[in-house]
């Protein structure tokens, strides 16, 4: 076959409704639309703050088609937890709660409520779709902002002096039994994955990489390109962890030069050529200790 | 404001709710407004449709055997190509040098895929005979390509056609065989035919110009050698064979000598890399263990009391290339050898016998002169394959037959005094490649094109990323030690299996194929499955992005500010 | 059924009794024994509740909410740092009209660290949105835990119960535990106006824009002011079953009163017995009990207050920079009455940080009130000593 016809694989229903108020090109609805595909409409999303907040529609407009509780920005993982709890006492043990977060949302704000329902199992999935800023406030710097990246608070005289803080392993440290990544670019690795959650007990985790042209000063019909590149130049490796501990890559990733990659992104553009090379050295490293993960487990 | 009671709220009829809860989608917001550029489905030419000189709609009958649709396929083939499993066999398929696959992996193996839809339309029983709609009557003299593929398409148009062919056999129509024209029947005998198309090929071998030839037995025409052969008859050329030339016809001579059970040698005065001959033809040679003596020319023969033993030849260098571009073969002063034979087959050209043709049809360097359709000089007479100035190849010669018989309805038609435009040669077209039939009878077209744009695809414009490597299925060959004794087929081409996958291998250049890559990468859900298999895209809803455009995988939507 | 008991374990009786579907909580001192109680009522399935022992109070509010959002009713339990934690998420309750129920055992507010009570911690949350109601007895507690939830679920607004650190959460009092049949007719199970329903979905919490947001406010100031009505007739009907009801304000031995002592929460105990002997002594004191403070009871207090000629106001709480909160509040109360009833108003701050608040304390406060011509500032602070 010349190509996968990944339809197949997607369900068909929308429960994502269009005049959402995404920019042009985000990566967010894309996100949520095939996980909402892959759940079905038996689910409940909880959403703190973030740009979802903004794309779910202003009261009285809901861009779902499942119920949507809106709440505060460190909150998701705890108000999850809380209606699954009401669910289960009313004996409805069936109905997949989500939390739906942005990086800040997860990474900052979030993490100490993520890591107590972790800690304690719940039974909900936790969606961090990264676009490695708090964008919805104007591009400033989260803990999910790559090294050398500009942010509106890490100017270019002085770009963001940290590497992405290392979310899955945290996630893993919690020996929850499902965590993953998955890629809007791999819209059949994401609807799996979620649908492999679905039928999982526990706290899963999901993190997705969600390029956003405003914030990454990309053109619009980039979103797609440059989250397969991440993912095929090992940027953001699409993986699995089962139980903490059993790492398992679930797509071929060649790797090669990050430097399109970079290049394409404005919000890169001051980085010299050596801080390019530091970038594709950070990436080779995380790579050496994703793949020792992939054969050892943690 | 002061009559106004503050303690409770108008009743506006809002009904504000205590919390915020929804109860509307935001189906309400108009978001399309904020676009600067909108996408339009387009589908456009796939390079192989362009690149065949036949004329035929590959794209097209690769997306129906995609969707398991065979019958309909063949259907789609022979529609724009009356012998496909000839051309399946022997075109030197130009389709697959054009084919964007090749920048993936390697190029779909059209060649063969048409051969299996061929031989099956072979194995099916024949079509009933195209009904007679027209009163008018042509003539096609020449029963090669070119003659049938004309006769074909004027038969399917409904006019009546006689094929006059000098040699004993050909196949198909209305023939008089054993007919040549301005021999057994004058030309003037063809004014009762309201139209003549003129196609007797090139037959004439061209001269060796080795000294002391004439007369010699030893030294034949390759042609003549290859009808002969043709006809059953098995000469006895002796044990060694030389063939002096470089194309096609010099490539049938050697194999077929060597079929004979001679050693072969083929004599040519350029290098490979100028030889006019299908280098899968050269390829298959070498492989039976035909000999290449390149940079050498026969200037004369060698007698041995009388006897002929062999020619003398000059060697060769390439000099400053020539008018058709390739490179001039210069003698090497005092180089020249001998080589042993027994029997010579000269291959170096055919050129065309005109003598029946009267004065008005104007001929240049030996070739009749023609317009696009095939029109000459002298209406109602119009000429195709070999004996007008393009390219000696089978499709291009069922390509130009396409073209003169549609030429020809034209020419009737507006004889016949119907209301007819001028035929719109550049739409007809498939990209700027040869002609579509279906689109000059206005016949329904069996692939849902979305707003056809007539331009090329380029591999620029798709979307790699989607496709995956598969390679390439090659035919399948006899086993090179069996092929002298057998002048049955060598190339067994692939099982309907793997043609089958070959076809999937195409990629819709083009074309969409609904694989709907664009509606799961909307971030807008601004499109939808129309009823009819189509796509619809909400301009309501539509921000403009691109992501459609950018992933389609075949450069089938195009982003425009046309309308905004 | 009598039980002799700590105030914290009346909260879970009362929690236990009704039937709460969903709990979230975090421990803190003096709250914790609330938990612990019904953490071993949960484990031997005499309350079938999901328990959800989460890493913070900001997430035991947050999971409350998720609870109730959910459609069930849910309970937790704070003090202090624990519910200054959790005060984005107390607005959220409110804003989002979900009847979360919470006891706030009353502990002032660090630093310096301290555990002992004070009303600080609660008066702080005072415009979150949330019904506050003060108890004086374990036996108030009881009942007004079972109450709370009824209020909450009737008006759509959350419920905090407030109890003083150790007075009444580490004291046992003897408790008459009403039967879960009774209460069960008084509290139903809870049945939603909002909750999330994939059969009927929604969302809830969306961006309001200024031409909503006044009028979404407008309906919570209503649900309040309805919250006072609704509060009589449910200790109406509660009354009707067990015999007991407090008010939202009580009126002790207030008749003919030249001077009436306003306290909440436990210092109305000492109050009582201070004003026995007072009236004893043939002096024409009495007292108002605050019970709730938001809604705040504004027409009773003024009914009560009116032509009185001195109050004083104990107050275990202050707003720095202001004064005492409850005098404050009923300063602002008695602004509407007539000049000539308006009462002379002596408001007193005592008892931060759980300093004792003895009957010696409240005599030297009515003698001050009687002495004085006027307050000499809002705010007379009692027994400071630097």
């Known amino acids: 076959m010349s190509q996968t016809i990944i339809k197949q694989h997607i369900p068909r229903d929308d429960l994502l409704a269009s005049g959402h108020l995404a920019c042009p090109g985000c990566a967010a609805p894309i996100a949520m639309n095939l996980v909402l595909k892959a759940l079905g409409p038996e689910t409940m999303v909880v959403l703190p703050a973030c740009c979802w907040s903004i794309i779910a529609g202003p009261w009285p407009q809901s861009s779902l088609r499942v119920p949507l509780f809106h709440t505060a920005f460190e909150t998701g993982a705890a108000v999850a937890s809380g209606i699954k709890a009401g669910l289960v006492s009313r004996g409805d043990t069936e109905t997949t709660v989500i939390a739906w977060a942005g990086d800040g949302g997860t990474f900052d704000i979030g993490l100490q409520a993520l890591s107590g329902a972790a800690e304690r199992n719940e039974d909900f999935i936790y969606f961090c779709y990264d676009n490695e800023a708090y964008m919805n406030t104007g591009v400033q710097r989260s803990s999910a902002t790559p090294w050398g990246a500009w942010t509106t608070t890490t100017p270019t005289s002085d770009p963001e002096h940290q590497p992405k803080k290392d979310i899955m392993a945290i996630m893993a440290a919690h020996r929850i039994p499902y965590a993953a990544t998955a890629s809007v670019a791999y819209p059949v690795d994401l609807v799996e994955k979620v649908k492999k959650a679905r039928t999982i007990r526990g706290t899963r985790f999901i993190h997705i990489l969600a390029p956003c042209p405003p914030g990454w000063k990309t053109q619009n019909d980039e979103t797609i390109d440059l989250a397969r590149m991440a993912v095929e130049r090992r940027i953001f490796p699409l993986l699995e962890v089962e139980n903490g501990g059993d790492w398992r890559f679930t797509v071929d990733h060649p790797g090669g030069s990050i430097e399109e990659y970079i290049r394409r992104q404005a919000r890169f553009k001051h980085l010299t050529d050596q801080q390019v090379e530091i970038i594709q050295a950070q990436v080779e490293a995380r790579w050496e200790i994703l793949s020792n993960r992939v054969k050892y487990g943690t | 404001m002061s009559d106004r009671d503050l303690t409770r709220p108008n009743d506006s009829g809002r009904n504000i709710p205590p919390v915020a809860i929804s109860e509307t989608s935001t189906l309400v917001n108009p978001t399309g407004s904020w676009k600067y550029i909108m996408p339009r489905y387009e589908d456009r030419v796939a390079p192989c449709n362009a690149g065949c000189p036949v004329g035929i709609d590959i794209e097209g009958y690769m997306y129906l055997i995609g969707q398991g649709r065979l019958q309909e396929a063949a259907d789609l083939l022979v529609r724009e190509n009356p012998m496909p499993a000839i051309t399946g066999r022997v075109c030197h398929h130009p389709c697959e040098d054009s084919c964007n696959r090749a920048s993936l992996d390697e190029a779909v193996a059209i060649h063969a895929v048409e051969r299996r839809l061929g031989d099956m339309i072979l194995a099916a029983p024949p079509p009933p005979a195209p009904e007679r709609t027209r009163t008018e009557t042509v003539a096609v003299i020449g029963s090669g390509p070119a003659g049938l593929s004309c006769a074909c398409f004027l038969t399917r148009m409904g006019y009546g056609v006689t094929v006059f062919e000098a040699a004993a056999e050909a196949g198909g129509i209305d023939l008089r065989t054993s007919t040549r024209v301005g021999t057994d029947v004058p030309w003037t005998e063809l004014d009762e035919f309201d139209a003549v198309f003129v196609a007797p090929g090139a037959h004439v071998g061209k001269d060796s110009r080795i000294e002391g030839a004439d007369g010699l037995a030893a030294i034949r025409p390759g042609l003549e050698f290859l009808k002969e052969v043709n006809a059953g008859g098995r000469p006895d050329l002796g044990e060694r064979v030389i063939v002096v030339g470089g194309g096609n016809t010099a490539m049938d001579c050697a194999r077929s000598a060597l079929r004979l059970d001679a050693d072969v040698t083929v004599l040519y005065r350029r290098t490979p890399r100028e030889m006019p001959a299908i280098p899968q033809e050269v390829r298959e040679a070498k492989q039976e263990g035909v000999e290449f003596e390149f940079l050498a020319a026969p200037i004369g023969v060698e007698l041995e009391d009388g006897e002929f033993t062999g020619i003398t030849c000059q060697r060769m260098e390439l000099g400053e290339p020539d008018e058709s571009g390739r490179r001039r073969p210069v003698p090497i002063e005092g180089d020249v050898f001998t080589v042993n034979a027994d029997t010579v087959l000269t291959a170096i050209g055919e050129d065309c016998d005109l003598s029946f043709l009267p004065d008005e049809v104007h001929t240049t360097w030996g070739l009749v002169e023609v317009d696009a359709l095939g029109e000459s000089t002298s209406a109602p007479v119009f000429a195709g394959g070999d004996v007008v100035d393009m390219p000696r190849s089978v499709a291009d010669a069922l390509g130009g037959g396409k073209r003169a018989a549609i030429g020809i309805d034209h020419f009737l038609r507006e004889k016949a005094g119907e209301d007819v435009t001028e035929v719109p040669l550049d739409a007809l077209r498939f990209g700027g490649g040869n002609v579509s039939a279906l689109r000059y009878t206005n016949d329904e077209d069996p692939i849902p094109r979305e707003a056809p744009v007539n331009e090329t695809v380029t591999w620029e414009q798709m979307n790699p990323n989607h496709f995956h490597t598969a390679p390439r299925h090659e035919d399948h060959f006899h086993d090179a030690i069996d092929l002298r004794s057998a002048f049955g087929e060598t190339n067994f081409g692939l099982s309907q299996k793997e043609a089958i996958e070959e076809a999937e291998r195409c990629l819709n250049c083009g074309v969409c194929n609904r694989c709907e890559l664009c509606l799961i990468f909307c971030p807008d859900m601004a499109i939808s499955r129309r009823d009819d298999g189509g796509f619809e895209i909400d301009m309501r809803y539509c921000k403009g992005c691109g992501l459609c455009a950018a992933e389609c995988p075949r450069g089938a939507v195009t982003m425009t500010r046309e309308g905004i | ?386």
């Open chain 3, 1 to 386: 059924m009598k039980k002799v008991m700590i105030g914290n374990h009346a909260v879970s009786w009362g929690v236990l009794r009704s039937r709460v579907e969903v709990i979230s909580a975090y421990p803190i001192t003096p709250q914790t024994q609330i938990v612990e109680a019904l953490s071993d009522m949960v484990a031997d399935g005499s309350l079938p509740a999901q328990y959800i022992k989460v890493e913070s109070e900001h997430s035991a509010m947050a999971a409350c909410i998720g609870g109730s959002i959910a459609g069930t009713r849910t309970f937790t339990a704070t003090s202090a740092q624990g519910l200054a934690l959790m005060h984005e998420m107390l607005h959220w309750a409110a804003g989002g009209r979900l009847p979360v129920v919470m006891a706030n055992v009353n502990r002032a507010m660090a630093p310096g660290w301290t555990i002992w009570t004070d009303q600080n911690d609660s008066l702080s949350q005072r415009d979150t949105g949330w019904i506050q109601l003060y108890c004086e007895t374990n036996q108030e507690v009881f009942d007004t835990t079972i109450q709370s939830f009824k209020l909450a679920e009737k008006v759509n607004l959350p419920v905090m119960l407030v109890l003083d650190a150790f007075f009444l959460s580490h004291t046992s009092e003897p408790v008459d535990v009403t039967e879960q049949e009774e209460v069960d007719r008084f509290l139903p199970q809870r049945e939603a106006t909002f909750k999330m329903d994939t059969s009927d979905p929604h969302a809830f919490g969306a961006l309001v824009r200024p031409d909503a947001y006044t009028e979404m406010r407008w309906h919570q100031q209503e649900a309040m002011r309805e919250a006072r009505d609704v509060f009589r007739e449910i200790e109406d009907e509660w009354e009707a079953i067990t015999g007991r009801r407090y008010g939202a304000v009580e009126a002790y031995r207030a008749e003919g009163a030249d001077l009436l002592l306003v306290t909440s929460g436990t210092i109305t105990s000492t109050s009582r017995h201070v004003v026995d002997e007072r009236r004893a002594a043939g002096e024409k004191v009495g007292l108002i009990k605050v019970k709730m403070f938001r809604p705040f009871p504004t027409d009773e207090l003024r009914g009560l207050l009116a032509g009185v000629d001195r109050v004083a106001v104990l107050d275990r709480n202050i707003s720095p920079g202001h004064g005492g909160i409850f005098a404050e509040e009923i300063r602002s109360a008695l602004y509407d009455v007539p000049p000539e009833d308006r009462p002379t108003l002596f408001g007193y701050i005592l008892g931060l940080g759980g300093r004792d608040v003895t009957p010696g304390v409240i005599n030297d406060i009515i003698d001050n009130t009687r002495s004085k011509a006027q307050p000499e500032r809002e705010d007379l602070w009692v027994g400071v000593e630097l």
